[in-house]
T-cell receptor, first 116, second 114 residues
């Protein structure tokens, strides 16, 4: 199946710093990528939809100035958690939609963020 | 009522058992139904994809969709310890584009004991 790479897989940072997470589609072009957040024993919650070459669309309740999303190319989207605080600690997962075939979503391995 | 309801378990079965996982939903606009498997601290992996009502089989996995009851199921035959994971149902209404929004269940944690 299609491969989506996410980096870093784990990051620990101090409160107040910013953290960037990268999501790459390795073997297909993804015009649309999605960013999810998952708390322990909870489902995936969609944070935002990232469209190549345009602004991201954020879900209700997600602060766009807090979670900056850039989708500069057809294979790369980045999520930057700005001025991170302990409550931002979570598992962040990206997904990319393959525009051919069933067009279903393929997920990255996730990035576990811990803010001290 | 949440849009998608899924019993979080945990569900523990012996190796070789038939496993039945299910979700109910309230949004009648959902047309596309998926099952994802998620191992601990990993991203979800697409297992099954079904459009509208009906059955779909892939190896030991069978997905069923009953739109009249708003109920979907995933059956695992001859379960193996390697099947131990969290299983997430997901569904969406439209056919694609940038509004490609999946709604997930909470996931059911399955353990298959050798």
């Amino acid at each position: 199946g299609a491969v989506v790479s996410q980096h870093p897989s784990r990051v620990i940072c101090k409160s107040g710093t910013s953290v960037k997470i990268e999501c790459r589609s390795l073997d297909f072009q993804a015009t649309t990528m999605f960013w999810y957040r998952q708390f322990p024993k909870q489902s995936l919650m969609l944070m935002a939809t990232s469209n190549e070459g345009s602004k991201a669309t954020y879900e209700q309740g997600v602060e766009k100035d807090k979670f900056l999303i850039n989708h500069a190319s057809l294979t790369l989207s980045t999520l930057t958690v700005t001025s991170a605080h302990p409550e931002d600690s979570s598992f962040y997962i990206c997904s990319a939609r393959n525009g051919v075939g069933t067009g279903e979503l393929f997920f990255g391995e996730g990035s576990r963020l811990t803010v001290l | 009522q949440k849009e998608v309801e899924q019993d979080p378990g945990p569900l523990s079965v012996p190796e070789g058992a038939i496993v039945s996982l299910n979700c109910t939903y309230s949004n009648s606009a959902f047309q596309y139904f998926m099952w994802y498997r998620q191992y601990s601290r990993k991203g979800p992996e697409l297992l099954m994809y079904t459009y509208s009502s009906g059955n779909k089989e892939d190896g030991r996995f069978t997905a069923q969709v009953d739109k009249s009851s708003k109920y979907i199921s995933l059956f695992i035959r001859d379960s193996q310890p390697s099947d131990s994971a969290t299983y997430l149902c997901a569904m969406r209404a439209n056919s694609g584009g940038s509004n490609y929004k999946l709604t997930f269940g909470k996931g059911t944690l399955l353990t298959v004991n050798p």
